[in-house]
């Protein structure tokens, strides 16, 4: 089942990973959480079925049993505020807040939870507090102790975002570290949604001729699954085709760094 539903999430199948779930998560908190996470991650890339993931999480926050499951639930919780925030749907920047300061409240110091907490702080810290020193503090937290922990696919979005806070900072030799590195662990792990992200954050840091290569693969990949993610398809001049799944046809463009 893990591998099923890794396979489906990593090609932007979100639904149908979550369906597959749906009937442990009625008796499991941990299969609950995941369902969750999984349909707030089809919210960051597509824009939509907010109310799908918003089911999902109350869901799992009624079943929650213990300190653990509590902090997945709140961290969870404070990630789909974020999501909602970041991507235009409305300010929900103090609930996301609140939500990871419970959440780090109930996480002791070297809990396996703690470092994708860190994450998601340090994206409140650049998205939505605009402050980068915060952001990158959280980020190498979350990066140092993902490499501990062997969590590759946490990895690839730390570095990116050090990456990105790197090109802001005017270091592009670094940034080109980071956004390679984010790259080769996406496409080694196979999360081919998350490849076209990372192919067009490395293209801004390029010369010209590897720029526009990136940009053409990444466009390639966008279109291949239908249009996602959304912030992609303006950017990169995509035009979604008509018959695309359904989870890809929005043309809002968003900023890239925002997962």
């Known amino acids: 089942m893990a591998d099923v539903?890794?396979?489906?999430?990593?090609?932007?199948?979100?639904?149908?990973?979550?369906?597959?779930?749906?009937?442990?998560?009625?008796?499991?908190?941990?299969?609950?959480?995941?369902?969750?996470?999984?349909?707030?991650?089809?919210?960051?890339?597509?824009?939509?079925?907010?109310?799908?993931?918003?089911?999902?999480?109350?869901?799992?926050?009624?079943?929650?049993?213990?300190?653990?499951?509590?902090?997945?639930?709140?961290?969870?919780?404070?990630?789909?505020?974020?999501?909602?925030?970041?991507?235009?749907?409305?300010?929900?920047?103090?609930?996301?807040?609140?939500?990871?300061?419970?959440?780090s409240a109930l996480l002791p110091p070297d809990a396996p939870g703690r470092p994708l907490l860190d994450f998601r702080r340090g994206l409140v810290a650049e998205n939505l507090l605009h402050d980068p020193d915060a952001a990158q503090s959280a980020y190498r937290r979350a990066h140092d102790?993902?490499?501990?922990?062997g969590d590759r696919l946490l990895r690839s979005s730390t570095w990116r975002h050090l990456?990105?806070?790197?090109?802001?900072?005017?270091?592009?030799?670094?940034a080109r570290e980071g956004f390679r590195a984010s790259l080769q662990l996406r496409e080694d792990l196979g999360f081919t949604v998350g490849v076209a992200p990372a192919l067009a954050s490395l293209a801004e840091v390029c010369e010209p001729p590897e720029a526009t290569r990136l940009r053409a693969e990444a466009a390639r990949l966008v279109q291949a699954l239908g249009g996602v993610p959304v912030w992609l398809v303006g950017r990169l001049g995509i035009v979604p085709a008509p018959a695309g799944p359904p989870d890809g046809r929005i043309g809002q463009d968003v900023r890239d760094g925002i997962s």
């Open 5 to 103: 539903v890794w396979r489906l999430r990593s090609r932007g199948c979100w639904q149908e990973a979550a369906d597959l779930l749906r009937p442990q998560a009625g008796r499991d908190p941990s299969a609950a959480l995941l369902r969750a996470e999984l349909l707030i991650e089809q919210c960051l890339f597509t824009a939509e079925h907010w109310e799908r993931a918003e089911d999902a999480l109350r869901q799992a926050e009624a079943g929650v049993a213990g300190a653990e499951h509590r902090a997945a639930a709140s961290c969870a919780r404070g990630f789909l505020a974020y999501t909602a925030s970041v991507m235009g749907r409305r300010d929900r920047l103090d609930e996301a807040q609140a939500a990871l300061g419970r959440t």
């Open 145 to 149: 102790a993902a490499e501990q922990r």
């Open 163 to 174: 990456a990105a806070l790197a090109q802001r900072a005017g270091d592009l030799e670094r």
